[in-house]
């Protein structure tokens, strides 16, 4: 249930905002390349790393390539001559195409990352902390400290080794801090700045910013914000970025960060990535896509699945291929009620509703119902004719185990949680 930010957020002027994606991107792809030690293809990156490439990271290894099907293929095949199991895939910006050749081969939409920015020429305030922790500068000794911080988020025991590594490092010049809230008995929060170069000018990259469910509501988000903010001010930065989740951007709205942009992400699941599919496979489903039905066999409308575990209605759906739908259609697919809502083709969503076999039926990836999709599309009016159809309030998804109620307070939608609450 990847949360999303929201769509309507006004951004600053465009040019500086490609300029400033352009730098955050490349801040984040250097950063994440530090994190498997180095260990980077490039494909055909065509010069400096730009918005329209894509940054695929493993866990032992990141490929950079462009958005173009060879090059894609190219470095799926080195990641898996890695360690590497799931990977997930960055773009700084949506793209429409990235998201065809990408789902085409297994790769599920993920969350989209909201980009924000601050300036640091202006004044950093020193916030008040209730709880009674001190904001340090992360040393080699606190390794222990950290290995007992199990609850504090992006900070997994192996991962909090490999970033107090990168933090204490000797490197010169130094480029990678970590800051902490630190209690007398334990870490409450800690994040990461990393700093870089783009364009002849030094911007900072705060990452891994997490606080101890235990200690939020106190301050110390902010403080470790402030604290990263001024340790990058300190080394010669002129900005900090970030990327944010709903429930940070509030935060960093309050500390005069603005949002430049929002990106995109997908995963591909270790299954995917270790088998991929055919080229076949992959050339079936591009079809669907592109609406390009005449290079189709009538036996695809029965296929139950594409490589993204999609039925091939829903990926006709998903890129909006009314054409393809029909095609679908006509030659026996299941009609899935929210691919024919979200086409357009609303009476006869509402007939499907009204058949058993479809209305409740787990489908896709996650094994969710029409119900559960419908949250996640945010859909009211979809919501309440699956709610009149009889839809089961109370059955859960196959993957993250949550009702429909559950995914609606998941995805922050309280208007959605509410008309199911009413229903039940």
Same mark, same amino acid.
């Not at 329209?52 to 060879?70: C, E, K, R, Y």
């Not at 949002?259 to 088998?275: D, K």
């Not at 109620?405 to 199911?420: F, S």
């Given at each position: 249930?990847?949360?999303?930010?929201?769509?309507? &957020?006004?951004?600053?002027?465009?040019?500086?905002?490609?300029?400033?994606?352009?730098?955050?991107?490349?801040?984040?792809?250097?950063?994440?390349?530090?994190? $498997?030690?180095?260990?980077?293809?490039?494909?055909?990156?065509?010069?400096?790393?730009?918005?329209?490439?894509?940054?695929?990271?493993?866990?032992?290894?990141?490929?950079?390539?462009?958005?173009?099907?060879?090059?894609?293929?190219?470095?799926?095949?080195?990641?898996?001559?890695?360690?590497?199991?799931?990977?997930?895939?960055?773009?700084?910006?949506?793209?429409?195409?990235?998201?065809?050749?990408?789902?085409?081969?297994?790769?599920?939409?993920?969350?989209?990352?909201?980009?924000?920015?601050?300036?640091?020429?202006?004044?950093?305030?020193?916030? =008040?902390?209730?709880?009674?922790? *001190? &904001?340090? &500068?992360?040393?080699?000794?606190? =390794?222990?400290?950290?290995?007992?911080?199990?609850?504090?988020?992006?900070?997994?025991?192996?991962?909090? #080794?490999?970033?107090?590594? #990168?933090?204490?490092?000797?490197?010169?010049?130094?480029? $990678?801090?970590?800051?902490?809230?630190?209690?007398?008995?334990? $870490?409450?929060?800690?994040?990461?700045?990393?700093?870089?170069?783009?364009?002849?000018?030094?911007?900072?990259?705060?990452?891994?910013?997490?606080?101890?469910?235990?200690?939020?509501?106190?301050?110390?988000?902010?403080?470790?914000?402030?604290?990263?903010?001024?340790?990058?001010?300190?080394?010669?930065?002129?900005?900090?970025?970030?990327?944010?989740?709903?429930?940070?951007?509030?935060?960093?709205?309050?500390?005069?960060?603005?949002?430049?942009?929002?990106?995109?992400?997908?995963?591909?699941?270790?299954?995917?990535?270790?088998?991929?599919?055919?080229?076949?496979?992959?050339?079936?489903? *591009?079809?669907?896509?592109?609406?390009?039905?005449?290079?189709?066999?009538?036996?695809?409308?029965? $296929?139950?699945?594409?490589?993204?575990?999609?039925?091939?209605?829903?990926?006709?759906?998903?890129?909006?291929?009314?054409?393809?739908?029909?095609?679908?259609?006509?030659?026996?697919?299941?009609? *899935?009620?929210?691919?024919?809502?979200?086409?357009?083709?609303?009476?006869?969503?509402?007939?499907?509703?009204?058949?058993?076999?479809? #209305?409740?039926?787990?489908?896709?990836?996650?094994?969710?119902?029409?119900?559960?999709?419908?949250?996640?599309?945010?859909?009211?009016?979809?919501?309440?004719?699956?709610?009149?159809?009889?839809?089961?309030?109370?059955?859960?998804?196959?993957?993250?185990?949550?009702?429909?109620?559950?995914?609606?307070?998941?995805?922050?939608?309280?208007?959605?949680?509410?008309?199911?609450?009413?229903?039940?």
């Amino acid at each position: 249930m990847a949360d999303r930010p929201n769509p309507d &957020i006004p951004l600053s002027p465009r040019v500086d905002n490609d300029r400033d994606v352009a730098a955050m991107f490349a801040n984040q792809a250097a950063w994440l390349v530090r994190n $498997v030690a180095g260990n980077v293809l490039f494909v055909n990156p065509a010069g400096k790393l730009q918005p329209g490439h894509l940054v695929a990271v493993g866990s032992h290894g990141v490929a950079i390539t462009n958005s173009a099907g060879p090059e894609v293929d190219e470095a799926l095949r080195w990641l898996r001559t890695t360690p590497s199991s799931n990977v997930l895939i960055w773009s700084a910006v949506a793209l429409d195409e990235a998201g065809i050749l990408l789902a085409a081969r297994g790769c599920r939409d993920s969350f989209r990352p909201l980009w924000m920015r601050r300036a640091l020429a202006d004044r950093l305030p020193f916030p =008040r902390i209730e709880a009674d922790v *001190e &904001i340090v &500068i992360a040393s080699p000794g606190d =390794r222990g400290a950290l290995l007992a911080a199990s609850d504090i988020p992006y900070f997994s025991t192996n991962q909090a #080794l490999t970033l107090l590594h #990168l933090a204490t490092a000797p490197d010169k010049p130094r480029r $990678v801090w970590m800051v902490l809230a630190r209690g007398q008995r334990r $870490v409450a929060g800690a994040g990461i700045l990393h700093l870089s170069e783009h364009n002849g000018e030094m911007i900072g990259g705060l990452y891994n910013l997490g606080v101890d469910p235990a200690f939020r509501g106190q301050g110390i988000g902010t403080a470790l914000t402030l604290e990263l903010c001024r340790v990058a001010r300190d080394h010669g930065a002129s900005c900090i970025m970030l990327n944010a989740t709903p429930d940070g951007e509030r935060i960093y709205r309050q500390l005069d960060f603005t949002p430049i942009g929002e990106g995109q992400t997908w995963f591909l699941p270790s299954a995917s990535l270790r088998n991929p599919p055919s080229a076949a496979d992959i050339a079936r489903a *591009e079809a669907i896509a592109h609406g390009d039905t005449i290079v189709l066999e009538d036996r695809v409308a029965r $296929v139950r699945s594409l490589p993204n575990g999609e039925s091939p209605l829903r990926f006709a759906a998903r890129f909006e291929q009314r054409d393809s739908a029909l095609w679908l259609l006509d030659r026996g697919a299941d009609p *899935e009620i929210v691919p024919l809502w979200m086409l357009g083709f609303r009476d006869e969503a509402i007939h499907a509703a009204g058949d058993v076999r479809w #209305l409740n039926a787990p489908r896709g990836p996650e094994s969710t119902t029409s119900l559960h999709d419908a949250i996640r599309f945010n859909d009211a009016d979809l919501v309440r004719m699956l709610i009149a159809a009889g839809a089961d309030l109370t059955i859960r998804d196959g993957q993250w185990r949550g009702t429909p109620l559950d995914w609606a307070n998941a995805l922050c939608h309280p208007d959605l949680a509410e008309i199911i609450e009413l229903a039940m």
